[in-house]
């Protein structure tokens, strides 16, 4: 193209087809609950008593999908406990109890030996349904307003002018047309946008837009960037914005004439008006004082304490580091990568190490004044692997035995992050901090903690402390971090309370990563700590970060739920921002929506690539608007629903009681199943549950939510384990917080040999155990084997080689590699599992009727939990009560 216009790379092709920051502050309470506003604690709301009629859920259903293994379930009975209900007065009644055994005792052909009710297997027959109609096809954008295939469902997507749902993920697919609509509905509009999702290999990458110096196309007035939803006119010389209805000039290079239709002749040429997602290349104007950026920078900082030191994990890290950086992330196109690396040790003070390329051996630099920490050298400290390979080596090989003879066990923690950030700012370049680091810093210094984990205060007003960091200095830090550039990636190793509210705090605001090996043991853990740290280092990460999300007239973003930083109200600011991250964006109407030009929404995320290109990377979708509320619950997600209520209820405990977060959660969920109920279903018996098609599952989920550890305050929960999964949910994509909140279940002893088909996933629930049966759990942070006292022995034979049950052994974390085809099965279906997921799963072996199942048994989410919350039938007559008091 010889006029000015963009770089593809890859080619473009012209014949592609085309049909067509924070804030803890909430609401007061009213008389509708906005999501994501949780109300007064004091608030008079009535918790629901179950529903005491039998009949209710009863309904007659034949499941068409794979059986379950055809037993009674397991002979042994449940464990015993006296735990408090995860959410109010959901305690099982003789009514409830009742309607529990009716309901399991009942016989249906079909599926075993239990007969169900509609509500509790339409989960896996919406899922298997989805796959079979969706699963390995092509799944085009070229519709506004089209629902997704599920997260669950395998499937090509073809950009052609939506983003893919890998990138955005809506609440609804259709808006209700008016403020009033959407208060009466109760349904949040929300996105989770995850805007540097993984796209496979079988899909075309984001094309790279490049207009020289004049930069990407905007309107004039409210800064969209040009995208297919802008209307060309008058001969092709203007066009007018589809967000704010401005009429634009369309720049002389940029000019095209239109065809018979109205459309630019060279449509299909130009990404930025035929595609949902596209990058641009950024102009002087988008970078810091006008000077394009350095490329980024990772600093290792180790923690070489006397415990560190002595159980290995210093060697097995500098071990390690000396393969991984050969693998830093690079462009396509580059031999090698531009990331530069910096090494600092540290206990009580700091060790800098100068790994300039001229020196024979490493120089280090102690700065043991933590109060007021300095960077002692500038040159030679952050330095080109290829060039440096022979000092780094060396000095890599140094650290452990330069350690060695320690006795210091203080270490300190805020004045490492200091010190990296301060590293970075004179660098004048973004970059990670990878922090590996084992105990409460009790050293004096900057950022000093105590050990606060005081069980009194669960299920006290005050047990919102305990999310909170205990001291100010780190969300000062964390706030000089993300205005840097830094992202802080911690890796802890704790034996005891290290205070994770506090310590974590920086990693999540600036788009780092956490990861927590309890009890760290060299032999046995070894294998997920080095993949997690190789995925980490090689992932493909924008830096320096800003997130803008632009609405057409009529609607607005008012709320982001995320592991981010907002100095104000409309910009997402991100030190860092890789594959896994997502931001949740609700949305509120301030006008009445159009349905002729529906609900458009621009995510625009300006950052710096690996190679220190400044860049914009543009997501566009557009949905539907109605004045029906049966076009709004038609077109629901479920599984997008579930991580907008996880993120807001997480970010709501901050502020509020554990037990009002528990009954909003509740109150919301029978609310939309009232309104449905009220203005959507066909006329029937009050004492009927009905569930809109699209919200079978919401039920199940949301009472996995209740259960899930943050939300239920029991002294048998670590503190530390609570704000560790918190700071996980709050960053997570939507199939992240599906698997999360609902693990997969898989009956392995059914595996076709002949067959690459994997058994279709079942009931989280100990009915769905068998004696003879052996069992994959997964939920994205662990993975279970489960196996049955009755295993047969061949297959116990062909995963462990060993002749009996007696003789599995649970101490390993690793299958044995067996030459067999059931071991290569089960190992190829774990390593699937393993391979979508941002954590690496250490596996846990299970025998049945021995202590560790104890463990195992909390993912069982169906059935009453061991630490407190209903069954799931019992959560379906909690909400089928509040559903018949709402519609009296």
Not at 278 to 290: F, K, Q, S
Request: hydrophobic share 35%.
């Amino acid at each position: 193209m010889s006029q000015q216009g963009y770089v593809a790379a890859p080619p473009y092709s012209q014949s592609q087809p085309r049909t067509g920051g924070f804030s803890t502050s909430f609401g007061p309470p009213n008389s509708s609950l906005h999501y994501g506003h949780y109300g007064d604690p004091n608030s008079s709301y009535a918790a629901p008593q179950p529903v005491p009629c039998i009949t209710a859920l009863i309904f007659a259903f034949r499941f068409q999908g794979p059986p379950p293994p055809n037993n009674t379930g397991p002979s042994y009975p449940p464990y015993s406990h006296q735990s408090q209900p995860a959410y109010p007065n959901t305690a099982s009644t003789s009514s409830t109890t009742q309607l529990a055994n009716q309901l399991n005792s009942m016989q249906i052909n079909s599926y075993g030996n239990h007969f169900y009710p509609i509500c509790l297997f339409d989960f896996f027959l919406i899922i298997e349904n989805d796959k079979a109609s969706r699963g390995g096809q092509i799944y085009a954008t070229n519709t506004r307003g089209q629902v997704p295939p599920l997260v669950t469902t395998d499937c090509v997507i073809q950009d052609q002018g939506h983003a893919s749902p890998r990138y955005i993920r809506c609440t609804t697919y259709c808006f209700p047309s008016s403020s009033d609509m959407a208060k009466q509905a109760h349904i949040p509009l929300a996105a989770v946008i995850q805007p540097f999702a993984l796209v496979p290999q079988n899909e075309t990458p984001l094309y790279v837009v490049n207009h020289g110096e004049t930069g990407p196309i905007r309107c004039n007035r409210c800064k969209a960037y040009m995208c297919p939803f802008m209307q060309f006119i008058e001969g092709g010389r203007r066009y007018q914005c589809g967000f704010c209805n401005c009429v634009n000039d369309v720049p002389p290079f940029f000019f095209q004439h239109l065809d018979h239709i109205g459309r630019r002749v060279d449509h299909y040429e130009r990404p930025e008006l035929s595609l949902g997602s596209y990058e641009y290349v950024a102009t002087l104007d988008y970078c810091r004082n006008n000077k394009p950026p350095n490329p980024p920078a990772y600093i290792f900082m180790i923690d070489v304490s006397y415990r560190n030191i002595n159980s290995g994990l210093v060697k097995l890290i500098c071990e390690e580091l000396k393969t991984l950086l050969d693998k830093l992330p690079r462009e396509e196109q580059e031999e090698s990568s531009a990331i530069r690396v910096g090494f600092v040790t540290y206990n009580k003070v700091l060790h800098f190490f100068n790994v300039k390329s001229n020196l024979a051996q490493p120089q280090m630099m102690v700065v043991s004044d933590v109060g007021e920490v300095f960077v002692p050298l500038l040159d030679g400290f952050l330095v080109n692997f290829q060039e440096s390979r022979s000092v780094v080596n060396n000095l890599l090989d140094q650290i452990p035995e330069m350690f060695a003879d320690t006795n210091e066990s203080e270490t300190i923690f805020a004045p490492v992050i200091q010190a990296g950030m301060e590293a970075l700012k004179a660098a004048e370049c973004a970059g990670k901090l990878f922090i590996f680091h084992s105990s409460l810093p009790t050293a004096e210094a900057p950022g000093k903690l105590r050990n606060r984990d005081d069980k009194k205060l669960l299920n006290t007003d005050k047990e919102k402390t305990l999310f909170q960091p205990q001291v100010n200095y780190y969300e000062t830090l964390a706030r000089d971090c993300v205005a840097n550039g830094c992202c802080v990636n911690l890796f802890l190793f704790p034996n005891q309370y290290v205070d994770i509210a506090s310590l974590g705090l920086v990693t999540m605001y600036t788009g780092g990563t956490l990861y927590k090996y309890n009890n760290f043991q060299l032999n046995s853990d070894s294998p997920q700590f080095l993949t997690d740290l190789r995925k980490d280092i090689e992932k493909k990460t924008g830096f320096d970060a800003i997130m803008r999300v632009r609405t057409n007239t009529g609607f607005r973003a008012t709320d982001f739920f995320g592991a981010i930083y907002m100095d104000n109200t409309t910009d997402v600011e991100m030190a860092a921002v890789d594959c896994d991250k997502a931001v949740t964006v609700e949305f509120k109407h301030d006008d009445k929506l159009n349905e002729d030009s529906g609900a458009l929404i621009q995510c625009a995320v300006l950052y710096t690539s690996i190679s220190g290109q400044r860049r914009l990377r543009i997501h566009n979708i557009g949905l539907n608007c109605s004045s029906q509320l049966a076009d709004v619950y038609k077109t629901c997600e479920t599984d997008a629903l579930i991580n907008f209520f996880a993120k807001s209820a997480f970010k709501a405990i901050l502020s509020q009681p554990l037990k009002t977060v528990r009954e909003i959660l509740v109150n919301q969920t029978a609310r939309m199943l009232a309104c449905y109920r009220k203005n959507c279903a066909s006329p029937s018996a009050v004492s009927q549950l009905i569930l809109p098609d699209a919200m079978k599952v919401l039920p199940v989920y949301m009472n996995c939510l209740l259960k899930s550890c943050v939300l239920v305050g029991r002294p048998e929960i670590p503190t530390d384990e609570r704000a560790y999964h918190r700071q996980l949910v709050m960053a997570m994509g939507v199939a992240d917080t599906q698997l999360f909140f609902y693990p997969q279940l898989l009956p392995i002893h059914s595996l076709d040999l002949k067959s690459d088909a994997v058994p279709a996933a079942i009931r989280c629930s100990e009915k769905c155990l068998s004696e003879g049966g052996t069992f994959i759990l997964a939920n994205g942070l662990s993975m279970f084997l489960w196996l049955g006292v009755s295993t047969p022995p061949e297959l116990i034979q062909g995963l462990f080689n060993v002749p009996s049950f007696a003789h599995i052994s649970t101490e390993a974390t690793l299958l044995p590699d067996l030459d067999n085809l059931y071991s290569k099965k089960v190992k190829s279906i774990m390593e699937h599992i393993q391979s979508q997921k941002p954590y690496t799963m250490k596996l846990m072996i299970v025998k049945q009727r021995e202590q560790p199942e104890m463990l195992f048994r909390q993912f069982l989410v169906e059935d009453k939990s061991i630490y407190g919350g209903a069954s799931y039938v019992d959560f379906l007559c909690c909400v089928h009560k509040e559903i018949c008091q709402l519609l009296n």
